[in-house]
């Protein structure tokens, strides 16, 4: 059980905070996870009273759990939530949310704030905070998640560090990368480190390639205004996926302490070898999504469309080959990729092992770790199809899933809500890890832009663009 703490959450009537993070806090409460007297403070700029607040997060719960909930718990969670209006024209509105915390001596003093408010609003919200002496660690903790993305490039993400640094130290800083809250994630450092056979095939002597990928069939839905100013290498490779790629690769740390395993993460990023002015066209790759069918169904439009501007240069398909300047990784070429509106979704981590000196010919083995929508660790190699021909030999695919029938289902907000306020800091993003993951995205951008770089295109529905494969080191290689 946690200590007792006031989780403060600012932007409680955005989109994050209705379908996920009340819905997730319901469901930490309704498993026993809260403390009696924890309160949920819920911050908007709108005004409302206490008991329209409720109405509404009642509208938030019967949307998320159909099936119904439990009433009791209901009952506990609707009490323990207490919504606070901080208008936006009121100039007294932070000494009177200062005033309201301290209340009656109904608040916890040790005080989480997650700021799931636009990026714009963070650095603000905090100076805010310190100005009506919120930070002061005095009388209790202060902590402050900052929701994604920590910056738009790295010179931004310094400008917003340099600010919030001033009011806040490290320990008390939360970058959320939300892939770090799953479980499956989770499981890539548990399979590595609990499974000593894996660690002498883990290298160059043994791995030909990795392949880190999320594909997605949705397209950009309702989010095109963001989209357009983001983009897919933006929007996945610069954190979820380079974390994955960490995660992967990175030595084992002293213990699992939150610090020796962020150690460890900065520096496996910071060896990611920089891309010479020669690199860019056959180590980086992007393209849009055209017009197309998804599944048989037609008339699927293409993204110009849906954001209504043909002149958009936006990727919805980024892929890059990134080397990791290690002994152990010494020539190991990792390819990242991420696409909209292709043929199937999924994100996960193949590893394909060299040939060796088989006498059978290609051995073909991998080990694919599946993120999602399943969740497994699977282990493909080459067997001898029964019959009478002695060499045909197919792939075989021996796959355990990690998620059965019957075990806990936890969002990933739901891990990381309850790590913020464990001050666990192990599945957040240490400022390190940010500027080196901007540094590595930065100049690929940069080059694009100012080279206008081909934007290739393919069709909504389709697999991987053939075009694509000009990032492979070697003809034998193929996207899985
Ligand atoms: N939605 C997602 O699935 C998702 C996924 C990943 C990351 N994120 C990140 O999560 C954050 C929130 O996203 P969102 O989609 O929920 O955004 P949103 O729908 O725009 O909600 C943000 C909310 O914050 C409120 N707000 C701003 N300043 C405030 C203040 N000083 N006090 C109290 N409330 C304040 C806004 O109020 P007004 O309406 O009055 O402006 C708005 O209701 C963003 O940083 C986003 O990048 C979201």
Not at 90 to 96: G, N, V
Not at 316 to 321: D, E, R
Request: glycine share 6%; with cysteine.
């Amino acid at each position: 059980m946690i200590e007792n703490s006031t989780l403060v959450l600012f932007g409680a009537k955005g989109n994050l905070s209705r379908v996920k993070l009340i819905p997730g806090l319901f469901h930490l409460d309704e498993s026993g996870q809260l403390p009696d007297n924890m309160k949920i403070l819920s911050v908007g700029r709108q005004t409302s009273t206490q008991e329209d607040w409720q109405k509404e997060v009642k509208g938030m719960l019967d949307k998320k759990f159909k099936d119904g909930y439990c009433k009791k718990t209901y009952k506990r969670f609707i009490e323990r939530n207490i919504y606070h209006a901080n208008l936006t024209e009121d100039p007294e509105a932070f000494q009177k949310f200062s005033k309201k915390l301290n209340e009656k001596k109904l608040f916890s003093q040790n005080l989480a704030f997650f700021l799931s408010v636009r990026p714009s609003d963070f650095a603000l919200i905090v100076d805010q905070l310190a100005d009506v002496g919120l930070l002061d660690q005095t009388k209790g903790w202060k902590r402050v998640l900052i929701e994604k993305p920590f910056g738009t490039n790295l010179k931004s993400a310094i400008e917003l560090q340099e600010s919030i640094s001033k009011h806040l130290n490290e320990e008390q800083i939360y970058r959320i990368d939300h892939y770090l809250g799953k479980s499956a994630l989770q499981n890539i450092l548990i399979t590595r480190f609990a499974n000593s056979i894996l660690e002498p095939i883990w290298n160059n002597t043994h791995i030909d390639h990795i392949q880190i990928t999320n594909h997605e069939m949705l397209g950009v839905g309702d989010r095109t205004i963001f989209y357009e100013s983001t983009g897919a290498l933006r929007d996945m490779i610069q954190s979820h996926l380079l974390q994955m790629m960490a995660l992967t690769t990175m030595e084992q740390p002293k213990s699992f302490s939150p610090n020796d395993i962020r150690d460890e993460k900065i520096k496996l990023l910071n060896a990611i070898k920089p891309f010479g002015k020669n690199d860019f066209n056959n180590h980086t790759y992007r393209a849009q999504y055209a017009a197309g069918e998804i599944k048989g169904e037609g008339g699927v439009e293409g993204y110009l469309n849906e954001v209504g501007n043909q002149d958009s240069i936006t990727e919805t398909y980024a892929a890059v080959k990134i080397f990791i300047d290690t002994p152990r990784w010494k020539g190991v070429p990792i390819y990242l990729r991420t696409a909209k509106r292709l043929n199937a979704s999924g994100t996960n981590i193949s590893i394909k092992f060299k040939n060796g000196d088989s006498l059978i010919g290609d051995n073909n083995n991998w080990i694919i770790f599946d993120i999602q929508p399943k969740e497994s660790t699977a282990i493909e190699i080459t067997t001898k199809t029964p019959g009478l021909d002695e060499n045909e030999l197919r792939p075989t695919n021996l796959e355990g899933f990690n998620r059965v029938d019957g075990d806990e289902s936890i969002d990933a907000y739901e891990t990381l809500m309850l790590d913020l306020m464990n001050g666990n800091q192990s599945r957040f993003l240490h400022i390190d890890e940010v500027t080196a993951q901007w540094k590595f995205v930065d100049p690929i951008i940069d080059y694009w832009t100012k080279n206008k770089v081909k934007l290739n295109q393919y069709k909504s529905g389709d697999s991987d663009p053939e075009s694509s494969k000009i990032i492979f080191d070697d003809p034998s290689q193929f996207w899985r």
